[in-house]
């Protein structure tokens, strides 16, 4: 266990991490950032609504904003997953992967959080290139293309709907939950969704390329892309291994700028909000290395005065 505690230790280095690294960085903090680089967005082909950075890679995203955490001497940069965290009085204690322990002032979780996908054949290697979860990312690409949602039940059927923003070919995969209230279901119709309520066995492509969709008992849909809506769980365990609360939806429940119910464990990125987008990530971190700031100059200040006191 090292002598001297950094003032931050940052758990994950995606779009909220490093953002957070940096602000953290021109700062003067002393940041150890883990990254075991396994980003939620991997297998896409493009990060979409982030300005000046439309469309880009995200592995190149993510190598561009490692390199700009080069002229900051205070932050670390390590490739390794943080295994496990305590608390021990005011201090954070953290188990690298390889069994180092390191100690710091804050923790900063921002692993963010992993699809749980459906069980379909075929589904995996289509993932991220024309099987998304998120239209906002990349509906713009799969524009005026037949489309199809899958999911059942009033989800799934909300799923379709949204959809017709991008495309007027829309088919709703309920996968044997095509249950509905009447208003959904005319809601579904005014749209003109078609509604196939047949199970779905598997998914069929080359190259990463959706073709078609086959059913149980009844014809294939041919489809170039499909939208389906998932259930997420945290990439990591440590958010919830210091104290953290999870709401309903899997993500962490937290306060203005990123705050948790923990004192000085703070959470950004997918892991902690509704809105999971790349730009979003990157925000709430620079929002939150302020807020960790502002925390550990406020306890160097009482420091000395409580000394003084003693």
Not at 62 to 72: K, M, N, S, T, V
Not at 177 to 185: F, I, M, N, S, Y
Request: include cysteine; glycine fraction near 10%; charged fraction near 25%.
């Amino acid at each position: 266990m090292s002598g001297i505690p950094w003032e931050c230790v940052i758990a994950g280095g995606g779009p909220a991490g490093l953002s957070a690294a940096l602000v953290l960085g021109r700062a003067r903090r002393r940041v150890l950032l883990c990254d075991s680089r396994e980003p939620r967005n991997r297998w896409a082909e493009g990060s979409h609504g982030y300005l000046t950075r439309d469309g880009i890679a995200p592995d190149t995203l993510l190598a561009l904003a490692r390199a700009e955490l080069a002229p900051y001497p205070s932050v670390e940069y390590r490739r390794v997953r943080i295994e496990d965290a305590s608390r021990a009085g005011d201090i954070f204690e953290l188990r690298l992967e390889g069994g180092e322990r390191v100690r710091s002032r804050t923790v900063l979780v921002a692993t963010g959080v992993v699809d749980a996908l459906p069980a379909v054949e075929g589904l995996a290697p289509l993932w991220g290139r024309s099987v998304h979860h998120c239209p906002y990312c990349d509906g713009w690409e799969r524009r005026d293309s037949p489309i199809a949602a899958y999911g059942g039940g009033a989800s799934g059927a909300r799923l379709a709907l949204k959809l017709r923003q991008w495309s007027a070919d829309i088919v709703w995969c309920a996968d044997g939950d095509a249950g509905l209230d009447d208003e959904l279901r005319s809601q579904l119709a005014a749209a003109g969704v078609v509604v196939r309520p047949e199970p779905v066995r598997r998914l069929e492509g080359r190259d990463g390329r959706l073709e078609r969709i086959v059913f149980d008992g009844a014809p294939p849909l041919e489809r170039s892309a499909l939208f389906i809506h998932t259930e997420v769980r945290q990439a990591s365990p440590l958010a919830e291994r210091l104290g953290c609360r999870l709401s309903p939806k899997g993500t962490v429940d937290t306060r203005s700028a990123e705050r948790t119910e923990v004192p000085g464990v703070f959470v950004a990125g997918d892991a902690s909000k509704d809105a999971q987008f790349v730009v979003v990530a990157a925000a709430e971190g620079a929002e939150a290395a302020v807020a960790i700031d502002a925390l550990l100059s406020g306890k160097d200040r009482e420091a000395p005065a409580l000394a003084a006191r003693s």
